[in-house]
């Protein structure tokens, strides 16, 4: 089921999306070659607290058999991880790393998703920050569709095509989602798909758009930790999502400041 907020839910969520936004705001200062993933979730956690907030994924149970309560604030993946890294102690980044932060905040019963990537430090090459470039206009391009009357497969259809389009490869078993009072909510959103098909979008849905692009092949691994993805090529992946509100007019991004 699909859920259209009002005008007040609205307000409440959009106080833990600009909180979202804020975050990456502080991360960003502390990403430098040596830090660990460890240490940044630590910050995001006590920044989410200071704000009156809590982090939505820590201890999140999806409920598959054999997987352990997702343990902390962010997911930090590198270079060829995809999504879901587990912050780790081990995990330090180098110079020219590619780093994905994926976070939920959330306050007042409401979730703000949003996820960026960042090279650590100065680039390896060209192509590294081209892989991010493109990932983060795929977002714009999808949203260009997020309007009222249209349905959520010619948001899909647009982020696939221009990732499709510019040699790059859309994550297929991942996909964006509903989101309010739950972390997930329908209508799910793959990054790839038919123009014209799947729910119609009406003014007070919000929405995360979330393009999971790989450099090279689309086939992914999970690791044994029952969280990490990874790419099967070895090739490096970005991650660009924020959440959104279907408006009367163009989209509202929630967790962009
Ligand atoms: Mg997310």
Redo the contacts with the bound molecule.
């Keep these: 089921m699909i859920t259209i907020k009002s005008k007040s839910e609205i307000e409440l969520m959009k106080e833990a999306c600009k909180l979202t936004g804020l975050l990456y705001k502080e991360l960003e200062k502390h990403i430098k070659p040596g830090i660990s993933t460890y240490e940044l979730d630590k910050i995001a956690e006590k920044f989410m607290r200071a704000h009156g907030a809590s982090p939505a994924?820590k201890g999140y149970n999806p409920e598959i058999k054999g997987v352990p309560p997702f343990p902390c604030a962010i997911?930090a993946s590198i270079n060829d991880e995809v999504?879901h890294g587990i912050p780790s102690k081990r995990a330090i980044l180098k110079e020219g790393d590619i780093l994905s932060i994926?976070?939920?905040v959330y306050k007042n019963g409401f979730n703000g998703?949003?996820?960026r990537t960042f090279i650590v430090g100065k680039s390896k090459s060209k192509e590294d920050e081209r892989l991010l470039e493109i990932t983060k206009q795929a977002f714009f391009e999808g949203i260009k569709y997020a309007i009222k009357g249209n349905r959520v497969g010619d948001i899909s259809h647009a982020i696939g095509q221009f990732v499709e389009k510019n040699g790059y490869s859309v994550v297929r078993e991942f996909q964006g989602h509903g989101i309010g009072r739950q972390?997930h909510e329908d209508p799910g959103i793959p990054n790839y798909g038919k123009a014209g098909k799947g729910a119609r979008l009406e003014p007070g849905m919000t929405l995360?758009i979330?393009p999971m692009v790989i450099m090279g092949k689309p086939d992914i691994l999970e690791l044994d930790d029952g969280w990490t993805i990874i790419t099967e090529d070895g090739t490096p992946a970005a991650?660009y999502?924020n959440t959104i509100l279907i408006t009367e007019k163009e989209p509202e991004i929630l967790t962009l400041l």
């Design positions: 994924q997911c999504i994926d976070t939920v998703d949003a996820a972390m995360a979330e991650h999502e």
